[in-house]
């Protein structure tokens, strides 16, 4: 969900990681509104997964 979902500006400037531990890591890759970004993805990416997520 985290993926198809819009962002503030419509630009995908960041990556998903899942750890050996099973955590869950966003990578910001820069950019105008990239903390914005990030913040709407991790919200998504909660949303889609259907329990909290312990996100890093």
Do not use: W, Y
Not at 8 to 23: G, P, R, S, V
Not at 30 to 54: A, T, Y
Request: net charge neutral.
């Amino acid at each position: 969900m985290a993926l198809l979902a819009p962002t503030a500006i419509n630009q995908q400037k960041f990556l998903i990681k899942l750890n050996d531990d099973e955590t869950v890591e966003f990578i910001d890759k820069g950019g105008v509104l990239s903390r914005v970004d990030l913040g709407i993805v991790k919200c998504h990416f909660e949303i889609g997964s259907g329990k909290k997520q312990l996100l890093v």
